[in-house]
């Protein structure tokens, strides 16, 4: 049976407001959007005093993992992994995040669940790097079955197969330190070389993945967007490098800033976290809102990511990240496009999700209020969420 969703304004994920809105779905596929519909042989839900938009789309979680103050606290059994995995899933797409790309799982496990939970409204839209592809370092063994270590290029070339063949959408790769190892670690620093770094490129694209970075420091930053991967994570000291914020808004790269993750290390909200890695956090968050701005000035594609599972970032507020992005100067529209449609693109599922639009899978959100003057409303309760159509949660409605 059809459905019609009608509410005071609907947001189409491109920067296109309907006030008020109307949205027709029908075998989980949108039909059609505008400010009002007839459809008299339509299922129709009214819901006054709302907004309509897509399903938001997070580019950057960590599904398998706790967030916990200290990571290495984070030490459970493949079994106990697996069960926080549908606990986070569920509490994500209950937020009203319809798709997420998890960027490092666990021994594959994020797979086995994926394949598990196949058919039933019970997680978003799974798109998994697998292991992170990295050069031998400490940060292995905290972040146990995390990492595909690997050194030099014929070594980077067989891992990003490996991840494929375990069923990797996309390619993660370090091409630095990162605030939560070790500390001997040091974001700013580089890791993979230029030569690896176009290796696990050439490798990735050659078997029809994208490929994200992990990137603070800046020479590490400019050879991964030299050697062409398609995002960068984090970005927190890009401003440092002006042409590399040229070659990213050149070449179509795409930033995931992950604000959330700085903001909570930096500034804990609760005890537990290692000294070493607030103080790690401090640095790189000295830069990153700076970073975003020089991003956005120069017309770099920003992507919402939320890198939940870090410290005190738990699954199902994912959401918070807009109101951080606003703080940081994007619009609250900007922000929204961000988590919609700039998402799907930096996913490279642009003609599937991301959008209100005729011929998509009919992911949608419908929240209390409107976003675009209360942005923290999207922290609330979702009236309803819906996944290729299917109600995933619903609050009441007329």
Known sequence: MKLLLTADRLLDGTGRVFEPGALLIDEGRI???????????AEHRHHARATILPGLI????????????DPAEDADADSERLRHLADHARSTLGSGVTTVRDCGGTNHLEMRFRAAAAGRPVSP???????????????????????????????????????????ADFIKVMATGAVMSPPGERPGQQQYSLEELRT?????????????AHAHGVQGLRAAVEAGVDTIE???????????VELMAES???????????????????????????????EAAEHHRSSLAAALA??????????????????????????????????????????????????????????LAPG???????????????????????????????????????
């Open 234 to 244: 984090h970005g927190t000291m890009l401003h440092l490098d002006p042409r590399a």
């Open 200 to 212: 696990a490129v050439d490798t990735a694209h050659g078997l029809g993945r994208r490929v994200a």
């Open 360 to 398: 998509l899978s009919a992911d949608v959100l419908v929240v209390a209020g409107n976003p675009l003057k209360e942005i923290a409303g999207l922290r609330r309760q979702p009236l309803e969420v819906l996944l290729g159509g299917v109600v995933c949660s619903a609050g009441p409605f007329r």
């Open 252 to 282: 179509g790269t795409y930033l995931v800033p992950t604000l959330r993750a700085t903001t909570l290390l930096s500034s804990p909200p609760g005890p537990g976290i290692p000294a070493a890695i607030v103080e790690k956090a401090r």
């Open 31 to 41: 039909l059609a959007v505008d400010r009002r519909l007839e459809a008299p042989a």
């Open 58 to 69: 997070d580019c950057h979680v960590h599904l398998t993992r706790r967030p916990v103050a």
């Open 298 to 355: 120069a017309g770099v594609r920003i992507a919402m990511g939320t890198d939940a599972a870090t410290s005190f970032n738990r699954h199902g507020e994912n959401p918070a990240e807009l109101e951080l992005m606003v703080e940081a100067g994007l619009s609250p529209m900007q922000a929204i496009v961000a988590s919609t449609a700039t998402a799907a693109a930096a996913l490279g599922r642009e003609g599937e999700l991301g959008r």
């Open 125 to 167: 839209r799974l798109v998994l790097a697998g292991r992170i592809v990295s050069v031998s370092t400490p940060a292995a063994e905290l972040w146990r079955g995390m990492y595909h270590q690997a050194d030099g290029p014929e070594a980077v070339r067989t891992a990003v197969r490996q991840e494929v063949e375990a069923g």
